[in-house]
């Protein structure tokens, strides 16, 4: 019929198991989709919106598909409407949601108008840009579909899923152009009761924004890794984040790596990088990359990233602890 795409199913008002059940029957009768599997129900708590909210029921549903993916992203509102969802607050209670996770490989992002005498911005972005740090949606999705994958991190629906259950869990912040307020990363230790690295890597931290403030020889990129390969120790914060706590760091290995070879000469580079990849091995690796839009442009790998606009710290701080919390949600 056409591509494969999958939808994340939730509800947290009214008769959640009935909105569920129509939604899936709603999405098997529209013209142009292929119900194909849909997963049991998962009773989740509610992450970020206002307090006192119900329990969430989640589930998730592969389909075929005929439609374009906004034909499909207006079909997927039509059925949230006759299941009476208003949209007020970005996470406030609903009767349906309904997310288009993935779409075939497809990578799309699109922010536009409707017609005119649409009240909506169609505003769609796939993969779905929470699917990697959300367990509520992934628990599910990994029951239907555990080979499907994200074409943005290249990695399995059960690779990302297995990822939150890693420990430690850690959050790197990425910016080398210090253009994410400097107090972020004390306020993100404060509100998760996280544990930070002792500060010799701070030395290198330091140095960014960017390869142009680089004037380092290639023994001292060598000493830093050495240093990194000492405060990242799995063995350290696995032993010392017992508890469950979150590791949280003002640097990524792989920002620092990316910063160095630019900087070295052509003669050195091959040496440090062989180096770089021997450490990498050995140290954490993040649950997930805070990082500023423009600084994301440099990397493309397995690490799931949180792009943060240049906002106030707080409101950076609220969009990583959701984040964090989604992790957690089951």
């Not at 997930?288 to 799931?304: H, Q």
Request: aromatic fraction near 8%; charge should be negative; glycine fraction near 6%.
């Amino acid at each position: 019929m056409g591509a494969a795409a999958f939808i994340g199913l939730g509800s947290n008002m009214g008769d959640r198991k009935a909105h569920l059940d129509s939604a899936l029957d709603a999405l098997d009768a529209t013209p142009g989709i292929a119900l194909f599997a849909a997963s049991s129900y998962h009773e989740t708590r509610p992450v970020g919106g206002a307090p006192g909210q119900g329990l969430f029921l989640n589930a998730a549903a592969a389909i075929e598909t005929s439609l374009a993916p906004v034909e499909l992203l207006a079909a997927l509102q039509a059925i949230e409407r006759a299941e009476g969802r208003t949209r007020s607050d970005r996470w406030g209670e609903r009767t349906l949601d309904l997310d288009l996770l993935l779409f075939s490989d497809h990578r799309i992002r699109i922010v536009a108008s409707g017609p005119p005498a649409a009240t909506e911005v169609v505003h769609l972005e796939v993969p779905h840009p929470w699917l990697p740090f959300r367990r509520f949606v992934l628990a599910p999705l990994a029951e239907i579909a555990p080979d499907a994958i994200d074409p943005i991190t290249g990695r399995s629906v059960a690779s990302l899923f297995a990822n939150l259950d890693r420990r430690p869990s850690y959050v790197a912040i990425c910016d080398p152009f210090n253009r994410i307020e400097c107090d972020v990363e004390a306020m993100l230790v404060t509100a998760l009761n996280a544990a930070r690295c002792s500060g010799r890597t701070e030395r290198f931290a330091a140095k960014f924004p960017g390869a142009g403030r680089y004037s380092e020889a290639a023994s001292a990129f060598l000493n830093s890794l050495e240093d990194i390969r000492t405060e990242l120790d799995p063995a350290t914060w696995t032993r010392d984040l017992a508890d469950d706590r979150w590791l949280v760091t003002s640097f990524w290995f792989d920002e620092f790596v990316y910063f160095a070879e630019k900087a070295l000469t052509d003669a050195d580079r091959d040496h440090f990088h062989e180096a770089a990849e021997a450490v990498r091995c050995t140290i954490v690796t993040p649950t997930f990359v805070v990082a500023e839009p423009s600084a994301v442009s440099f990397y493309t790998g397995e690490v799931p990233i949180l792009p943060v606009a240049t906002e106030a710290s707080r409101d950076v701080v609220s969009k990583v602890l959701a984040a964090c919390a989604a992790t957690r949600a089951g």
